[in-house]
């Protein structure tokens, strides 16, 4: 029993982990794609984590299924709008980063 709390434990405070990284590549990386990529990679495999933890613990199939569901509406949910943002700044033109973009100021 203490083994799975504390597989638990690790999985979850992984998932923050990874939220938590996801959330410093918006603040640090210099354009819309790359801060995209961070958002949609870094938060879906933190979600995933979390979900994985909390399976652990469910009491029953249907909740586990009810986590599940969530976390896979969640996974589209973030493909379609890292999609749309990314589109919406091509059409707009907003071209992607470059070092030596960076470096001209």
């Known amino acids: ?3 799975i ?6 999985l979850l405070l992984a998932g923050v982990g990874f939220f938590l990284v996801g959330t410093l590549g918006i603040l640090r990386f210099p354009d819309v794609y790359t801060r995209v990529h961070a958002l949609t990679k870094a938060d ?3 979600l995933g984590l ?6 652990l613990g469910a009491d029953s199939v249907p909740v586990a299924l009810k986590l599940l569901l969530v976390w896979g509406l969640a996974l589209i949910a973030s493909a379609t709008a890292g ?3 990314a589109r919406a700044a091509r059409r707009r033109g907003v071209r992607p980063w470059r070092a030596r973009n960076w470096e001209k100021g």
């Open 1 to 3: 029993m203490i083994l």
């Open 5 to 10: 709390e504390l597989l638990q434990a690790v």
């Open 44 to 46: 879906n495999l933190g």
């Open 50 to 55: 979390i979900v994985f933890g909390l399976l």
């Open 83 to 85: 999609y749309l943002v």
